[in-house]
């Protein structure tokens, strides 16, 4: 059987280009996600989501167990694409629906880390992690595939998608490796309220170079 493609909205390029910058912090969370239902179907959906009153988090679990495809039984993976990692909150919620579902597979690319200091987020994570979630950093692959199959992008511009300076990807991806070890966090983000530009800053101790794998520490480049 071939495969049924449900899209329902594709966000603008410049939706797209500022919610998904990793030098920005901007406040709302953009989700674009992608199901593949089991069974005989075969069938993909594509839709998109932000912040409401709830967290996009929260509004995708109560419209997805809403979806007349949706039995507790029902075999499937899902992909999120998100601007800001899920908060300790919205990560408990999430934990506890794949609890009650769990022929759902659930698989997470972030675009940031949402405020990666607080202890509450950091476990989040890892409680995620601990229930099979997985969780990574968008890297180019991703933001292209987001921009292919997302973004209501030009006819002429399908080979485009924003180049964004790998630098801050590279923190990221390793502030996600600390998260993961139980490490003090090594990425300091600074906003000033009175200057335009966010500072980013790596502090490296002794534990990070003992339990962070070589080939990540030189894979970023920074140290």
């Known amino acids: 059987m071939g495969i049924f493609l449900c899209f329902r909205r594709r966000i603008e390029p ?21 199901i593949n239902w089991g069974g ?11 912040n409401t009153s709830k967290h996009v988090e929260i509004n995708f679990i109560e419209k997805f ?20 990692s899920p908060c300790g909150e919205c990560s408990k919620a999430i934990t506890e629906f794949l609890s009650r579902h769990p022929n759902v597979t659930l698989f997470i690319y972030v ?6 200091m607080d202890q509450r987020n950091r476990q989040g994570l890892r ?7 997985t969780i ?22 399908e080979v ?7 630098p801050w990807m590279r923190m990221y991806v390793l502030e996600l490796y600390c998260i993961i070890l139980g490490l003090p966090p090594c990425l300091k983000i600074i906003r000033r309220h009175q200057h ?25 480049g920074l140290i």
């Not at 167990?65 to 800001?84: A, K």
């Open 14 to 34: 410049q939706e797209f280009e500022v919610f998904f910058d990793q030098r920005e912090l901007r406040k709302e969370t953009c989700l674009l996600y992608e």
């Open 160 to 166: 485009y998608w924003p180049r964004y300076p790998n």
């Open 196 to 220: 335009p530009l966010t500072f980013f800053t790596l502090n490296l101790q002794s534990c990070h170079y003992q339990r962070i794998p070589p080939h990540i520490l030189w894979a970023t």
């Open 65 to 84: 167990t809403s979806e007349r495809y949706f039995y507790p039984s029902t075999r499937c993976s899902v992909i999120w694409f998100l601007s800001w």
């Open 40 to 50: 005989g179907r075969n069938s993909i959906w594509r839709h998109t989501g932000q």
């Open 111 to 116: 675009a940031r880390l949402y405020h990666h």
């Open 136 to 157: 990574q950093i968008m890297t180019e692959q991703e933001y292209c595939y987001c921009w292919r199959n997302f973004v209501n992008y030009p006819p002429s511009n």
């Open 127 to 133: 409680d995620l992690i601990s229930r099979g979630v």
